[in-house]
């Protein structure tokens, strides 16, 4: 990816210098691999910048990208580099009562989740911010996609945003800055192997 | 990514642990962004289970990425996790003297990255390579696509390689057990925006 001159320059009254700092809002989606770990790839050049980052994880099991987890949560605790906070559906939020979020269903978690999202957004809490497999609830109708666009569209500062996921609902991706579709060409589970301990997780 | 029953078992006589410690290689190519990311995502869950990791970066400028090279330098150097050994053919291959890379081309630079590397495989010096933009080398018919699929082939233990970059050979992504296609969708440089420090480097 080239540093250069861009192909054309847009008409909307900024300087290079404020195009710079404009907030990215990036989604990577489609059916193949790397979608959260080119998300996690992104923190870390977010961690190099001294960003804070936040990663919000929508998914109910709390058990995969646990090696993504430990190294961001080592890098954020190292002397150098942003701060890291780490939030996950599949273990309760970490911002509610055990006994709140045990009476929670998945869609009343998400949308939590979201709303939690919406708080951090508002007061500029992170610099960086994974939305890990937020897709899916926008996608099943438990959070709704124009709120979504609206909140971030209107966000303040320069708080950028990676949604990642299957199934990204197309005003999403419309709006994006960056959409990135993983294809799936090759898995070594098409020829009968399981997952990887290493490669998987 | 469900850690469930393979729709096919294959007839290979191997066990289903056997089939587990089996080395992947794993390609990402194709236009769009997060090839790399997503294999310096891939090193932090093997960095997360203590396995040593050789990087090479087949380029010629050392300015990309380095974001991902001082996060894992960091995971490296601390006291969890695995080893991280960050080789950069833009700077000059670590294991040269400075006077013998100074009278390098690119491709002579790129052969010899490729030598070192099987040196290490038949060696077992890491457990996880990451062969970063290996693909051009091969594409420009600096390193010969066939010797790579034959040291490949017959790299000895369980070393998992994922080779970057567009173009990748057709006999290469035959060859590979895991390949993700990453697509380009959309680029905020397509709007005249320039790359953003913590997001593109």
């Not at 992104?42 to 430990?70: C, Y």
């Not at 906070?85 to 949308?111: N, V």
Request: charged fraction near 25%; proline fraction near 4%.
């Amino acid at each position: 990816m080239p540093k250069g001159i861009p192909e054309s320059v847009p008409d909307d009254g900024l300087t290079t210098r404020q195009r710079r700092t404009l907030p990215i809002t990036a989604v990577h989606t489609g059916p193949g691999k790397g979608k959260s770990t080119a998300a996690f790839g992104m923190a870390l050049r977010a961690w190099n910048q001294g960003w804070s980052i936040g990663v919000f994880q929508f998914v109910k099991s709390a058990k995969w990208k646990v090696g993504e987890e430990n190294a961001l949560r080592v890098l954020g605790a190292s002397d150098q580099g942003g701060t890291v906070d780490w939030h996950k559906m599949g273990e309760g939020w970490s911002w509610l009562q055990r006994s709140t979020e045990m009476t929670m269903s998945s869609e009343e978690a998400a949308k939590e989740g979201w709303e939690q999202v919406k708080r951090d957004l508002a007061a500029e809490r992170y610099r960086f911010y994974v939305l890990d497999e937020f897709t899916y609830p926008m996608h099943w109708g438990w959070v709704d996609v124009a709120e979504v666009l609206e909140v971030l569209g209107e966000r303040p500062g320069s708080q950028h945003v990676v949604i990642t996921g299957r199934y990204a609902p197309e005003e999403l991706t419309s709006f994006a800055d960056l959409v990135t579709e993983m294809t799936k060409v090759k898995h070594p589970m098409d020829a009968g192997r399981k997952g990887q301990r290493g490669i998987e997780w």
